[in-house]
Structures are given as structure tokens and as C-alpha cells.
């Protein structure tokens, strides 16, 4: 497959909401000819007022301003942006609620991605949605500068274009985007290509020291989980980053039933005990990273649209690996014994919830 030649000039990998907010708002003060903003929630709140502001500063200055939001993650409407769309900016809400008695299948099906893109140069993409409820989470955001923004645009265009589309993608085949060391890799819901989850488990089926997984909520297929018992049986170093409790109790009851079956397979699991852990990323034997908007679990696989990049980037692996070792400085090893001896109605309560895991 050719690959598109793209510069990269600069990168920089955040962690902590604040830095990578006063770095995003910089951006956009400085934005000359477009701001193209992709994220699941943006709150009506301090932080997202303080966005809302910069981008109609910027709109009203002659700047291009394209918002695509999640109707899910939001809980306005276009009024909210009413002195931004009066001076040229255009807000659109990907595929709004709908009250049917296919409630389900209809909503489910949201978009999960997350881009900042400025003027060609500037790109911002990874884990965090613009909230000020998240403002104390650990995430990993990383900002590029360089001419691979305009791989970012495509597809930044691709999905401003179908937000309205109900896309069911069982013959519906986005062809992966190679930058140089990087390749980006795009899903649309599908229950039959679900490209995402099988790159990551080409990736863990090669590992040969280790594999690091950092993810907010855990819920792996089978298939998945037999690549990482696969590896660690081959010797692989196989580590799991977890918050100790994140914001979906539901997940952590339904994910704890598993955490047996990965120790006793060796598998490590490290929770992070500070705040919440949202980041969302991948290192393989310190040379290949992966970053972007996915979970591992069937949701964001299945039914949601999602985007990740991966490469080999020696500058960007280091700064991963610098990332972990931050992260780990606050965790806690897994502790089987005191997960033994979990309260039974938390046991229960995984074994209910397991019918409704495609839902999490």
C-alpha cells in the first residue's frame, strides 16, 4: 500500500488535563485560517465555556471553525453556540437521540473520536473529551506539528461528512492511512470489521518482551484474551493499566470477574490508585506505540467510531514509555487474595451484568 509522505516536526505527549487545555486554548488563540475541534463531550461547564469563548474569538477574527460533538456526549443544543454560528462557525452533533422502539440499535452507535486541528500544522488527538469534571483524570493527549495534520483533516472530513448517516458497516471498508513511521487506523461501528481491535491484536500476537496496555475500562473479547495468554506464554512481560475505581462502577464490577482467569495466566494487573485513569495506549516492546480515542471492551470496538494511531516513532515511544513510568510511580499491584475474598454481591453482580457486556 503507498504511503503518504507527511512531516512531523514536533510532538509532545500530555497527561494532565490542565497543561494540555492551556496548550489547546494557545493554539486555537493563534489559529489563522481553520479549527477543526472532534470530541464525544463538551461540557457546559468552566472548561468548556472556556473553549466555547476561544473558538468564537477565533471565528469572529476570520477563522474557519467546524465542531463536530456527539448528541450523547452533550447535554445543549445549537443555542449554546448561537454567537459562534452567527459569525460563520458551523456546530454539528453527530446523529442526535432518537425516541423509537429501536432505542438501542439507533443510539448506540456514537462517535468517539477525538481531534483539534489547526491550519494544516497543529494536531491534538487521544483520550480526553473537553470537560472540566475530568480536569483531575490522567489521560494521554499528544500534540504534532507538521504536514501529517492533513492526514488527520481527511478523516476529520470523512466523519464531519456522514454525521447524520446511519452507517451499518458490514460492507462499508476504510482503508488504513500510512504516514511514514505512523499509520492511522479508523472504525465505524460493525459486528464483522472491527479494525482497531484487530490491529492491536496483530501487535500483541508479534510481542516479543513485553506489552503495556493502559485503558480506563477493560473488557476484552476472547480472541484478545487468548492473544495475551498466548504471550505471556511465549515469555512476554504482559502488563495491564487500570484505574482502581474508574467513573463507570458498572464496568469495574463486570471487568473484575476476569481478573482471576489474567493472573492466574500471568498477566499483570496494575490499578492506578490516584483520581482516574482514562488514558489510552499501547507500547510494545519499547518500539511500537499506539494512541487514540478506543477502550478495550466490546462497545467501543463494535459500536462506536473510533480512531487510533500507531508507529514507531523513537521520539514518541520514549515519551509513552516516560508516560508509563509516571503512571506506575502511583499503582497498586493486583492483589489476589483480597480479590478473593470481594463481598459476594460484587461477585453476583459481575455475573449479571456479563449478559449486558456488549453494552459497557
Not at 502511583?330 to 459476594?344: A, E, G, I, T
Request: aromatic share 14%.
Amino acid at each position: 500500500m503507498p504511503r503518504q509522505a507527511a512531516t512531523l516536526t514536533s510532538h509532545r505527549l500530555y497527561s494532565e488535563p490542565a497543561r494540555f487545555y492551556e496548550a489547546m486554548l494557545h493554539d486555537i488563540e493563534q489559529a489563522e485560517r481553520y479549527i477543526y475541534l472532534e470530541t464525544y463531550k463538551f461540557g457546559n461547564d468552566e472548561i468548556g465555556l472556556l473553549f466555547r469563548d476561544a473558538l468564537t474569538k477565533a471565528a469572529a477574527r476570520g477563522v474557519q471553525v467546524k465542531l463536530l460533538l456527539d448528541s450523547w456526549g452533550v447535554s445543549y443544543n445549537e443555542l449554546f453556540f448561537s454567537e459562534l454560528i452567527g459569525l460563520g462557525g458551523e456546530v454539528r452533533f453527530f446523529r442526535k437521540i432518537l425516541y423509537t422502539f429501536d432505542f438501542f440499535t439507533k443510539n448506540h452507535r456514537r462517535n468517539h473520536r477525538k481531534f483539534l486541528l489547526i491550519d494544516d500544522h497543529v494536531s491534538y488527538m487521544g483520550s480526553a473529551n473537553i470537560t472540566g469534571y475530568s480536569l483531575q483524570w490522567r489521560e494521554s493527549v499528544i500534540r504534532l506539528t507538521g504536514g501529517i495534520t492533513l492526514v488527520f483533516k481527511r478523516s476529520f472530513l470523512d466523519s464531519y461528512r456522514i454525521y447524520k448517516k446511519y452507517i451499518f458497516n458490514k460492507f462499508t471498508f476504510k482503508k488504513s492511512k500510512y504516514i511514514d513511521q505512523f499509520i492511522l487506523v479508523e472504525d465505524m461501528p460493525s459486528i464483522y470489521r472491527q479494525r482497531i481491535k484487530t490491529k492491536l491484536e496483530r501487535l500483541i500476537s508479534r510481542a516479543k518482551r513485553e506489552i503495556i496496555i493502559e485503558t480506563p475500562y477493560f473488557l476484552p473479547g476472547y480472541k484478545m484474551r487468548k492473544c495475551l495468554v498466548e504471550a505471556a506464554r511465549r515469555g512476554v512481560r504482559v502488563k495491564i493499566i487500570l484505574p482502581r475505581h474508574s467513573d463507570v462502577r458498572s464496568i469495574d464490577l463486570l471487568s473484575s470477574k476476569y481478573y482471576g482467569f489474567y493472573h492466574s495466566n500471568n498477566i499483570s494487573l496494575i490499578f492506578y490508585s490516584i483520581n482516574n485513569l482514562h488514558a489510552k495506549l499501547l507500547l510494545i516492546d519499547d518500539e511500537t506505540f499506539g494512541i487514540g480515542s478506543p477502550n478495550i471492551d466490546y462497545r467501543s470496538f463494535r459500536y462506536q467510531h473510533e480512531v487510533m494511531l500507531f508507529g514507531t516513532h523513537k521520539g514518541i515511544v520514549e515519551e509513552v514509555r516516560n508516560h508509563v513510568n509516571e503512571t506506575m510511580v502511583n499503582c497498586l499491584d493486583f492483589d489476589h487474595q483480597s480479590w478473593m475474598r470481594r463481598p459476594k454481591i460484587e461477585k453476583l453482580l459481575g455475573w449479571l451484568l456479563l449478559p449486558f457486556r456488549h453494552m459497557f
